[in-house]
């Protein structure tokens, strides 16, 4: 059955510190791969999609995501954390085709920023 | 931003009371979905709709139905509540091929709380 992992419930970082948020999915076919982020209070915002093609995926507010297909993993990463990153992050996989396009969702990491 | 609206955005009720929340888009999206999210579950499909009067359930669909008799409204009903059913309730919809390629934009929220 197709799942997708977060293992980190809680992560903190220092304001200007890098980050990387870990996304493991399990998924017969071809995975089509996103990353969601959700402030509180909030509904989602798509912050990056990986499809095909460049296995590094450029998204909003500068954050990127690799695409391992050996690891089954799809990483979030951003240079320099901000104080305005502080959310929840969400990753997901696509899992249907045709008429049943559904995504299924990691349980989240909650991202924190220490000044 | 995607036009995806929900109302209301918050509701308490009481057990056994029906419930019905409602999803507005006013971008012609064929898809539409129903979420609920819950801490350390992530986002869990409800039911989703392919079209007009064409719906489908998803995981988590018990005690829930749906209608969609326009293209920009999908109702999402509680026939009887539950406390198990407190939760927050998000509307997603995408473009029209209905791929696993598709992105999936979010509304805001409706926070039901059943007492």
């Known amino acids: 059955a197709q799942s997708v992992t977060q293992p980190d419930i809680h992560i903190t970082v220092s304001e200007g510190a890098s980050l990387e948020l870990r996304c493991n999915y399990s998924?017969?076919?071809?995975?089509?791969l996103f990353w969601y982020v959700q402030s509180p209070g909030q509904g989602l915002q798509l912050l990056l999609k990986y499809f095909s093609g460049d296995t590094l995926v450029q998204g909003i507010k500068g954050f990127e995501a690799e695409f391992k297909r050996s690891q089954s993993s799809f990483n979030l990463r951003k240079p320099s954390v901000h104080w305005s990153d502080a959310a929840e992050y969400f990753c997901a996989v696509g899992a249907g085709g045709g008429a049943t396009n559904k995504l299924i969702f990691g349980t989240g990491t909650l991202l924190a920023v220490q000044p | 931003d995607a036009g995806i609206t929900q109302s209301p955005r918050h509701k308490v009720t009481e057990t056994g009371t029906p419930v019905t929340l409602r999803c507005h888009q006013t971008e012609n999206h064929r898809y539409m979905y129903w979420y609920r999210q819950d801490p350390g579950h992530g986002l869990r499909l409800i039911h989703y709709s392919y079209g007009v009067k064409d719906t489908d359930k998803g995981e988590v669909s018990d005690g829930y139905s749906v209608s969609r008799s326009k293209t920009e409204d999908f109702l999402l009903t509680l026939e009887s509540a539950t406390s198990s059913q407190t939760s927050v309730y998000f509307c997603a919809i995408s473009e029209t091929t209905g791929g696993s390629t598709d992105t999936q934009y979010f509304g805001p929220g409706t926070r039901l709380t059943v007492l």
């Open positions: 998924y017969g076919a071809t995975p089509y």
